[in-house]
């Protein structure tokens, strides 16, 4: 608490004195404003005033702090080392001291991590300078902080992981795969007209197996790839590139007797080969899943979104789906229909999430059997680290 006493304010010293005593006033009224805890201590480093955030943080009254040195507080227990450092030896020399980190089991609340800032002040020519302690509790920041570094670590090592895996699959696993296909193409050739029954069977079997193995490798790379392998984010004419993977997939298109219509797409920042590999896969899928003796009609359109969006859908009047797949069908491995019908390794689509998402998108399907599906992609316009800012 500040003390104040009469003094004669028409002589110059007590015009010093009385203006003394306003700025104290003024600086006790500014500490009881601030939502942080906050002390003002005298040169002794005894506390002189201490706001309400102060008692109601550490759960003391002003009868056990006001006139106590600050390192008495709780029996001693306020008796911390870098805080003497801080108040004894180090804002002499500096005058202000920022962001210190302190992490102490405090009298009545517990552990708690504690960031300190110091600051001397004066209160006027001649007058001894105080100090200001602003204390804040960065407890639950600094575990968030502890979480968000472990899962940047186990992201890392999992990224690490999807890196020796793609290393495998480029060669390891791909080169034996190669070498089944080759022979069993070669006997089927040479041998196949030979054999009868079952043999026969046995072969083909082994060589769709084969084929199927070789599919499905290619669509893991090509998961692995998106977070493994990405290029920095540029300008990407969205309508430009889309009419580039339609003349891609020609002859899909054709053997589907499909049209594909494009609307307006804006212009993004994205990685241009994850944009092209998404569109491929969206389009892909609907040609895939056309319905039987309806001509197959795909729209490519643009919509308004919120600030700063861009929201794009790919619809369909294909075989549909039911409601309650909107969600699986994005996962991996993940199969509606059985693989005779409808070939596909189920990674298509969990492509296309990992894709969006690497931009800060999102994306979703609706569908209804019989009638069509919707792909709908939000993405940002813009990047922060786009070649073009």
């Not at 805080?83 to 005058?95: F, G, Y």
């Not at 968030?144 to 186990?154: D, F, I, K, M, P």
């Not at 034996?176 to 006997?187: D, M, Q, S, V, Y």
């Not at 092209?276 to 319905?291: E, G, M, P, V």
């Amino acid at each position: 608490m500040v003390r104040t006493t009469e003094v004669d304010q028409t002589s110059p010293q007590g015009e010093g004195v009385a203006e003394a005593y306003a700025a104290l006033g003024l600086l006790a009224d500014i500490v009881d404003t601030v939502r942080e805890p906050l002390l003002v201590l005298d040169a002794e480093f005894r506390v002189t005033h201490a706001n309400r955030s102060f008692f109601r943080t550490f759960q003391v009254t002003p009868e056990e702090t006001i006139g106590e040195v600050i390192f008495a507080l709780g029996d001693g227990q306020w008796d911390i080392p870098p805080l003497h450092t801080v108040l004894r030896d180090a804002l002499p020399l500096r005058a202000q001291l920022d962001d210190l980190d302190v992490d102490h089991v405090f009298p009545r609340i517990g552990r708690k991590v504690m960031t300190l800032n110091a600051r001397l002040v004066s209160s006027g020519a001649g007058n001894p300078r105080m100090i200001l302690l602003a204390i804040e509790d960065v407890t639950k920041r600094r575990h968030v902080e502890h979480q968000l570094a472990a899962q940047q670590r186990e992201l890392q090592r999992s990224n690490m992981a999807l890196q020796a895996f793609a290393a495998v699959a480029s060669h390891d696993l791909q080169e034996p795969l190669r070498k089944i296909l080759a022979f069993g193409e070669r006997l089927s050739a040479s041998a196949g007209p030979a054999l009868e029954g079952n043999a026969r069977g046995y072969l083909e079997r082994m060589l769709n197996a084969a084929s199927r193995m070789r599919s499905l490798i290619t669509d893991l790379l090509a998961y692995a790839r998106v977070t493994t392998r990405t290029q920095p984010f540029a300008r990407v004419d969205l309508a430009r590139l889309a009419r580039d993977v339609i003349g891609d997939l020609e002859t899909s298109v054709a053997e589907a007797g499909a049209r594909i219509e494009v609307g307006e797409l804006p212009t993004i920042d994205a990685d241009q080969l994850q944009m092209r590999q998404l569109l491929q896969n969206l389009l892909s899928n609907a040609l895939k899943y056309r319905a039987p003796g309806t001509p197959l009609v795909v729209r490519i359109d643009h919509r308004a979104g919120e600030s700063g969006q861009c929201v794009f859908t790919v619809s369909d009047n294909g075989i549909g789906f039911g409601a309650q797949h909107a969600e699986r069908i994005f996962g991996m491995f993940e199969r509606l229909h059985n693989r005779t019908e409808y070939e596909g390794s189920g990674i298509g689509l969990a492509i296309c999430r990992s894709i969006v998402e690497h931009h800060g998108g999102t994306i979703s399907a609706t569908g209804t059997p019989g009638q069509g599906a919707i792909f709908t992609v939000v993405l940002p316009l813009t990047q922060l680290t786009s070649t073009d800012i």
